[in-house]
């Protein structure tokens, strides 16, 4: 029977807020650690598989400050031996010149050899070890990796689904490589409660969540397809609890992607977040390898462009970005104690408390002027 | 009784976005294919009845291409034999001249003989023929194009209803024009479920879909009508499908007015659309007669300005419009290739399981310096 | 027992748009008339009591055009009698002393004599009269206007209500007013439909609808009180058809404040007025006495600033504001034409039936460049 | 059982308006009083106890015009005795040197013996003496300023709730301080029902209204966490009625932060605020001992940032402020006249009655070019 449309309002980030609790914790006092198939991390934070974000120089300053970097097996780390000139070329190309110089620098073949390598410059910084690679190489370089001493593998295209009808290929089958692989898989990204339901129940250890989560973002402008942040995340969470109802298992969930400040950190784990991937923040970090820079790997069609060159800029250490001292007040550094207050203001005591929070719907409009006016949280 | 008038919701494009699928298709395995009274097109594209977008070269272009043009029979193509001359005049004027000069310019009379001439110029070009007439002209002019050659007749006004009262005209009877032609009559422009039922009742081959849809449109602006376009897609596709539930017979629906981005072209199909009619987009390739520049032909009241005319610019041929390779991200290039993967991504494998797109209010910002970050889709 | 305040949606012109009917109408077809307690006005356009907008020969001329303009008693037609040297000084400050230059040709005493001399004006231009009076006044200067033939008198305040609480004064009796002057009345300004009802039960004549409309409005700012226009004709409305259906009398209401284009006076109609009120547009008139500017005369407290000189800027001659023809698509000059063509697009022959469009809500936002692309309705 | 997260909408002031009401009242007629446990203040203002607003000189002249300073314990008026050269140093700090300033600044210790001065001149002025701790200070310093002749005392903190978990401090026990200070305790701040009337029941005279309550607030940005304060007043206000039915005792609350005009003023009182606390409007007038500057006192972390010195200007007299006359239509002078007329308008004789007020939401747009056009209230 005919069905008139019905369209469910979704919000991301700028258009909600969080309330305050009926009790506080002292933010010293909060647990932030995430675990993931049994590996534990002080702090909810993994650094987004970008080429101009991570490298092995990065995984272990990451590893050092209690998160996580996820190697992108997929770009410039595995074409090129010596990728710092390859960096640097990609900076200083004038902006007119960028993007095909990208298109150029990506067409050369990946090597598995540097696969090896990558894996074990990781391991040889003292970090755990994460990668990512696309779904048509994962069967291919998984065993490679895991050789390498790799120990959590991230499976991630534009749109994750358990089912990919494809002519020219059978697909990648979750349960499968789950099972050969016998390390943690994250799996993204989805939006979607009923496809984050069917990941978990191939087997996978966790879930990336966010599709075009900017309100400006590409895949709104190019495709039209686009969830906001704070909805996705509510509503697999949502699918992540029921899940762990029915069987016990609780594979955490992570929102990745359109998270600049603090305030976002807070409002991904409030709204159902076990951990949050960080993407622009980290690559304006003097660690990064981008060197001011940050752009996208997209190539959902051969005729659509490559990710564009952004200057983010370089602003802080990656320790000062995500421990402070902050010396901004626009959010953009401490990450780590933004949320430890938050949860303190919140009375959450860990991550799982802070799911709890309360939250409300209070656009914000950025204006000039105003005074955080205060004296110290009870102390 | 007396009621305190409600007031309904409504959503443009800018509202709203599509959620991706529980299953992904590969891109290369849709089809967007649409069917007109048994013409088939390979994309869903029209192009608009307006003098600066669709000549007859224009026409065997976007025929090439796999769309329909349309062109108008109330304009300069059927006021001038030498055409060229006219576009170079209007668009060299300084920009306050211009009015004045295109009221002068379409206050020449319309010459029956050319309207005979374009379409047999559409139809050597090898293109299938669609011309636009206004009511008040159809009755003369439909026997005219039918015998020169033309397959598809568009009756087109500002509002257009089953039932016009007038002092003057009797109006337009459409059953009897649609009876009387023996050619696919498109007629439009609607956004009423009511209207769009009618006009499926008096046997009209496809209805345009738009009154009024942008929030800055002169209707809105001068007159106080207008529905955003989401909505007045699902609303007179909600009365498609009953129409063909109730009679089995099937008549295409067409989002007409509005459209910029390939976001815009996927969001009318997932809202209900079998198909998009594109002005301005158009108007900037460099088929498009107008030489960079789009003007409206509106005369709803004599008294009221005629079009204004606009600078567009020519940005890119007609097949890098459609079908890419883009080198931008603002979503006005590859508008095939981009409806191709929001397919993908939503799962559809053709247009009317398009329609079934999960769709969100989700409000778009522009703002800058996003990246759009994933791999590849499932390639 | 203790209750949490509840907050309902109000909309202003900005949010909202009128759908097109199931039906056409030809808008020369139209009757836009307006009755006023038997005085009939072909077009439903009062203009507001501002000493920038209405002297004896705007009113002539305005009478002339099918409308009605009512004749601020509390300014300077009745404080000078020489009034061109003061618009003209007033014109001539530089902006910082216009407050100030305000504040001090508002001072000087009203002089009765020019009471009736203005209403004497008013009717030797042939056009019916209106006057407005203050309430504090309403009582003296009622029987003066009425010997000096005013047919209409208005009484306005920012807010009336029926009952008003005051140890200096015992206030205005509305009923005891009507009855007394034996003319009609006009009351306003109101927003409440409990006022409305009570006022038209107190024999009032018409009910000005508007308290603080725009979102920008200064009592919106300086006092937080104000209700968007379109709930707050829509409200008032519906207590006009309720006392209609309980009475048989019906009492118009007149929308006043806000309105700037077109479009507004469109959705205040469709919204349920039965005529608008319009100042700044009317300022911009070459036959406005404030020489392109206007001001406002509110006094609501003695410490607070009297309205603020603004250029408004002269723009056309009264006729083509209302009745063009219009070289802009601004919607800011031929309202009645643009009346008449939206009551076609609605299929409304008259006001009342204008009543009964379908609005929704679908927020308007200013950008460039779009077109109005279809042919003329149906002509 | 696992349950997805709701959101409910919440409103501050750019997004509410107040209705007029069904009768009027003389705005000389109304009563703006306001009681704190036996204090009665003519006017429901008090100023925030920042270091930018308060010196007793400031006390002394808001105790003049009729409402109540708040003096900060823990800045600069208890850490320096001569504090006219540290505010002028301040103020003449380069922009880019003034945060590590007023880092260097506040880093000097309290001396408990300013505390007694800074009292005994708010006395010696003639105005009755509150003053403002930081909960970690209370206990001692509370008994010094009973001593030294306070009557009043305000305990704040960024969020306040009656359980605190903390390894480190037992916290403060509200209901003890109440009993062992035998003064008014006024606490905050809070924006939950929850939290309100738990600290109604431990004894607290008086609560402070607002977290976060700017869209733009720092603690939105960096925390997540803030609730716009329509709500926030709205929903305490209800938790105070309850609390007030159930027990018979009224303990007032009061709207803290984001309060910049007339309109906002009004729109906390019509929300169930019995008063309000103003910042930045009072750190503009003359007596403000900022010079023309405002920062806030937040170290909610110690590696976030102090408060940001922002420029505010210096604009008035606050006799001005307060009570007009006022040059300016953007509602920022002229506060209790105001309020005056604005409650006249809702015919409100008092505070309560005001709360009854109806309210809407009516989202403002800052335009330019209103005016302001209706005669005087029933004067």
Redesign the interface.
Known sequence: ?????E??????F?D??????????????VNTSFTLDGHEFAIPFLA?A?DAVVNPAFAGELHRLGGLAVLNL?GLQTRYADTEEIYSDIASKPREEA?AFLQKVYSQPLQDDLVSQRVEEIKASGARCAV?V???NTKRLAPIVKEAGAEIIVV??????????????R??IFSELVESIGLPVLVG????P??TR?LMEQGVSGILVG??P???????????????QV?AT??T??AR??Y??DTGRYVPIITD??IR???????SI???ADAVMI??PFAQSHEAPGLGF????????????R??R?E?GTKASLEQIL?????????TQ?LV??L???MG???A?NVREMHQAE?????????????????????
């Not at 990204?189 to 979607?192: A, P």
């Not at 939250?359 to 102390?379: C, D, N, R, Y």
């Open positions: 029977m005919a069905q008139i449309k369209l469910k309002r979704a919000y991301g700028d909600v807020a969080i309330a305050p609790g009926e009790v506080t914790v002292n933010p010293e006092g987004s970008m997929d993007t990512s696309i779904p048509a991630q295209s534009t749109v994750t689904t358990v089912k990919h009808i494809s002519k020219s290929q697909g990648l990204n989805t939006v979607s009923e496809v069917q599709v075009g900017g309100a400006a973002c590409t895949s709104r402008e190019v495709l039209g397809i686009g969830v906001p909805t509510i509503q969470a949502f609890d029921q762990f109802e992607g359109g400040t603090g305030g976002d950190v807070c409002k409030a709204a159902g993407g622009t940050n752009w996208g790997m997209a190539t959902p069609h051969s005729s659509l462009p990710g564009t952004i983010v421990r402070g001292p902050s010396s901004l007040t626009d959010g401490n104690g933004a430890e207050i938050s203001m919140v009375g005591s939250m409300m719907v209070a656009p914000s409009i950025k204006t000039e002027g105003k005074i955080f006016q205060h004296a110290g949280l009870g102390s």
